[in-house]
């Protein structure tokens, strides 16, 4: 099924609705209000109303959002009803935290590759996956992974995720606080853990 | 100085700038015209002077912005022109990665202390820093530590985070999955990593 263009910022917040529809069926309630939506996630309900709305009819007018139907529906747009899998290019100390991370899980997410240029990592397993070399990166596209996290040196990050999108990949999580040069073919997504911190003390 | 209220998604560009400005400088870049700055950063010039115009006359028309002085600028903007202490709170695997970032230096940015429940955990040191009791989270106040990174699991995070405000902090970067419930004094930036995986094969 096709749906006409959706912001960016509604399919942002996708994955929040789709926690909060999941975490609703393990509290066995079947529909949710956008009030009372809008009140778990520290939105407003217009808001939500507005998001879920690009996909159809969603909910019920004075009922709510079906919750099972909801998470089915969400999970469908942002494609995650069937496993993805994901490489780590990078095994550092951050790229190692998130391999062990529960939260991918209910996303469907699991990292089934992890490349390092170490040969003194390669070969290591961190929990189940073991560590290739990053000349290995290229196998990604007959291994059908198209997701990436990238979690090397800065210096490191342009060719990476040159040799990622060379191997098929079609979205990276930028871990490093460059800008990844554009490739129009890969969705990056960059999240700089520094620099949302040093925005803090602006606030403060 | 006070300014004038800046949108937030400007605010949230500031370090961007800011590490464009430091970088140059390293480069011996005595001035950067807006365009040559939307090319490094992968944004368009409008937006940039758009977004820098809001601290008043940044830069001079057809000369470009003076990147020492920018940098400072936009360090007083951002409140990073003193050193800010942070305190971690979850010393897991990904809290304890993150005490060894090296990309908070740019900003002036040091975890200072480090909080766990687990006894077995407390008491030893992740690089310089030792694990203290949660308990201790209140001494805080005292520390004049006013930022913390909340790492803690998805059940804890809630709690954790009205202790945090208890102990007069005034901003947390939330890497847990759960939106905590309003305190207006304290600002909350939250960076969910699955999310932002999650949202990757939508584009694919």
Do not use: W
């Not at 040196?153 to 040159?162: G, H, M, N, T, V």
């Amino acid at each position: 099924m096709k749906y006409r263009k959706i912001p960016e910022e509604t399919v942002r917040r996708l994955p929040m609705y789709l926690r909060a529809f999941s975490l609703l069926r393990t509290e066995d309630i079947q529909t949710i209000s956008s009030r009372q939506l809008a009140e778990r996630l520290g939105l407003n309900s217009p808001q939500i109303r507005k998001d879920l709305s690009y996909f159809g009819a969603f909910g019920t007018r004075g009922v709510g959002y079906p919750v099972e139907s909801s998470a089915r529906r969400i999970r469908e747009i942002l494609k995650l009803n069937t496993p993805q899998k994901a490489a780590l290019v990078g095994a550092g100390r951050l790229g190692t935290a998130l391999v062990a991370y529960p939260g991918f899980s209910l996303f469907g997410l699991e990292i089934a590759a992890v490349f390092d240029n170490n040969p003194k990592k390669v070969g290591r397993k961190i929990g189940p996956v073991k560590i290739e070399d990053a000349r290995r990166i290229s196998t990604l596209r007959k291994r059908t992974i198209r997701l990436a996290i990238l979690a090397v040196p800065a210096d490191a990050a342009q060719s990476a995720a040159k040799t990622l999108a060379g191997a098929g990949v079609k979205g990276i999580l930028n871990l490093t606080p460059c800008h990844l040069q554009g490739n129009r073919r890969v969705k990056v997504i960059d999240v700089d853990l520094a620099s949302q911190l040093g925005i803090l003390p602006y606030y403060m």
